[in-house]
């Protein structure tokens, strides 16, 4: 079940009304019984994957939390190989078998061992990190061992964030699950409009421009590099609002029921540095990475050589975190090599900033700044784009030397997608620098200016959305 189908309204209507008319008491059994439900929508029988995991990390924490010194040290690493070994199975070993059965026939060897021929489970990535932190967190002191077992159950498997996060924190969310949430007027409309303006994003903005970049991407070899460039801003923008509204989509669903779920997306693209980009997107997953692997191994506490190897090994591991492909490591050192430069030019480009740090200059220092992010992150997209490494290498290199007539295909749809992507950019830069904050539509004081801009989103969706049930991007994660 993906939310942007009939069948998710139906299934949220439901399970919202029936959250609100049952006892408190019971309100944990229906979320986890109708997370169940929503996943094994997929593939029915890999709801026992996910049991084996839960199991694992339960009985993990508690262990954890009784023993001390070697013993607990010892039950943690069974925890993360025992949770990583079923993700190594189902995500990475043909990668790694692939790879040494290739190096195997240039060695003129015989390499007896076959691809495991499995479905890779839906949001694996994502769940298995939540399990994780967990029992991390419960390692270091700073979360109690959840001796409820369905209610840790539901920590791993709530239904909005279950396959494409935000991969939340036990002390954000567990908690929560205790709580009695009545129905509240303010969540409910605050959840509600967040949901309206990811499917906005979803279906009008990121699966119409899909068309584009799918038909020039999976044909680059008979496009030039001026419909590439083209292609390669639009899928920016795509991968943005499919992540970015799936995000709001699972946090407003959350909200509907008085469940506060972490932010994920802050406006990354009008970030005005690598660092600065990598605060604002997918904040889930680049605060993880941050908290369980950059910060243990010295951070930034350390030698700068030894600053710049973590960022590189932190980056690579988040782009192996993606897929199992050359083009999403390649993706991941490449944004670890920005960072990196990033540190050692942070002197110089301080000094440039001030200089220009008045007035006019200011505003075209940050902007200049801002364009200037945005194409390296695009030119990053490449490799998380293209079908293969090959095929990343054949693109940049039309973009950069074979410039000829822009493709447009469909005008319509061209015209429709430039012009929502204008309107996503003006709200957004309101939002960002609150600007004209009496004009905004969204959260106008005038009742009826914010009922005409709900009502006038729900007919573009219904007008210009893009219904042919196309997942999330990030799904396959």
Known sequence: MIFNSFEFLLFFLIVTSLYFLLPHKFRWVLLLFASCVFYMFFVPIYIFILLITILIDYFAAIYISKSEGRKKKLYLLISIVSTCLVLFIFKYFNFFNDNFKLLAQYAHWKYPIGALKILLPIGLSFHTFQSLSYVIEVYRGNQKPETHFGIYALYVMFYPQLVAGPIERPQNILYQFYEKHNFNYDNVTYGLKLMLWGYFKKVVIADRLSIYVNTIYNNHQHHNGTSLLLATVFFAFQIYCDFSGYSDIAIGSARVMGFKLMTNFNRPYFAKSISEFWKRWHISLSTWFKDYVYIPMGGNRVIKPLVLFNLLVTFLLSGFWHGANWTYIIWGGLNGLYLAIGVLLYNTKSKINHKFDK?????????????????????????????????????????????????????????????????????????????????????????????????????????????DSSQFIYFQF
């Open 359 to 467: 007035g006019y200059s200011s505003f075209f220092n940050q902007l200049i700044n801002i364009i200037f992010t945005f194409f390296l992150i695009a030119f990053s997209w490449i490799f998380f784009r293209a079908n293969s490494l090959h095929d990343a290498v054949n693109i940049i290199h039309k973009i950069l030397f074979e410039k000829g007539k822009l493709f447009i295909g469909d005008n319509k749809s061209m015209a429709y997608s430039i012009c929502f992507l204008t309107i996503l950019l003006i709200t957004e830069a309101i939002e960002e620098y609150k600007l004209f904050n009496k004009f905004s539509l969204y959260n106008n004081s005038s009742k009826l200016v914010r009922h005409l801009t709900y009502y006038s989103l729900i007919i573009i969706i219904m007008l210009f959305g893009v219904f």
